[in-house]
């Protein structure tokens, strides 16, 4: 039977939980058991899609088209573990499941309340497909003391007595502040958020202690004292210079073995980190540095390119480069006085990401420019490929008014909306005027790549999936002109029908790509097209 590992916060948010569950699981995965993540939201919408990126960064996509919390993508990015739909869940939707059922009358007559109804939904989203697990890990969202996360925390509490003691472990995330004027670093808080949570009724097996310096004995053992726990399992969590040497410091600093402890599991043999010190390896021995150049729109919360960031990252271990991110707001492009060239001449490529709306537009078209002229590497991610497909169409195909139906009526729609396409579950429809949660092509779809292509290449093969998150295709029928221009479709849906992949076979590296491959990389696989990019940008970076 699966084990289950549940993760608070206390104290403040935005500790890392999510990173310290995708780094444990990594630990246990390590050791040979097969683990899954999963993440529960206090929040009330259904789910991350409609939100703002600035609200709550990246909305990450799963295979079965799944937007979920971008913790998911660290799960997966440190385990290689695909996440699923089911390994997220916000209030919204657990009450949007229960009120549905209300209506219908499921509950015959019963007076439906947060205990046990709500709670029970909670418990049923944790065992769902846990069969063949040795590990669940629970990260609950929030901090405690929320009024938010408290069905959650009561419905783990609960679950301790379901699937039994022996079966379950409690973590919790503090915070162990310094204060400078003092020189002290100071465990108060940290006693105060166990208090909370003990008041809830769950007492932690294990507190995993951020902190800028070192903790002291003495601290570690007041906190021991205080918090009701052994002294061995107060482990310290210092900031760390890289995400991916998270999982070799908590090992150094025996979480997984605490872990297995608490259990009361022999921890055997120790984890094989062979992949992990590879990593770290490839990011102090770098052979180079390059610069590229990102333009996009959200540019000033990183979290909202999670992701891209991250693959770009795994692109340079490949390489092994460093890779310095210039995020560029596309806007600054259309002020009358930019110097586009000016801006764009220091990097050693170009990348245009996905991104909603038609603010910055321009700016993203005008780089592209700027890179298909210059010949200098292009990356062009969903909506960064559309804008690839506008620009060439109006430079180099001679349809001046290309444009997007997503910025409006009028001109020539070389993107244009989505009404029908097939998926696994058959024909998808969708109305230009439905709502906006929910309606977009989402998740893994195969794609068809011509045999001679520069994709087919870096791919090594012609037969791909990857995961999308668009309402907006570019339209097959422009496809002759475009062509003479020089912009080859050489990905397609697999029916031929939506182009998928778009390159410029007279240009070093110039392809845009209608789906996002930086949700599928990892630091120890990273994605090919990423790698291929940073291979680029490295040679682009020994002409200039
Ligand atoms: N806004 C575009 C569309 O909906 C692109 C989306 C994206 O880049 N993820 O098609």
Redo the contacts with the bound molecule.
Sequence with gaps: MARFIFITGGVVSSLGKGLMAASLAALLQARGYRVRIRKFDPYLNVDPGTMSPYQHGEVYVTDDGAETDLDLGHYERFTGVAARQSDNVTSGRIYQQIITRERRGDYLGATVQVIPHVTDAIKAFAMTDVDDLDFVLCEIGGTVGDIESLPFIEAIRQLRNDVGRTNTVFIHVTLVPYIAAAGELKTKPTQHSVRELTSLGIQPDILLCRTEHPLPEGERAKIALFCNVRKEAVIQALDASSIYAVPLQYHAEGLDNEVLRAFGMEPGSPPDLGRWDDIIDRQKNIEGEVTIGVVGKYVGLPDAYKSLHEALIHGGLANRVKVRINWIDAELFEQPESDVAAALEPMHAILV?????ERGSEGKIASVKFARERKVPFFG????M?MACIEGARNTAGIADAT?S?FGSGGSPI?GIITEWMSEEGLQKREAGGDLGGT?RLGAYEATLSGNSHVASIYGTTSISERH?????VNAHYKAPLEAGGLVFSGMSPDGELPEIVERPDHPWFVGVQF?PELKSKPFDPHPLFASFIEAAVKQSRLV
Excluded: A, D, T
Aim: charged residues 20%; glycine residues 20%.
């Design positions: 990401p996905g991104g909603f709306g991610i969903c909506l960064g559309q997007s997503e993107v977009m998150r668009h309402r907006y295709e996002h």
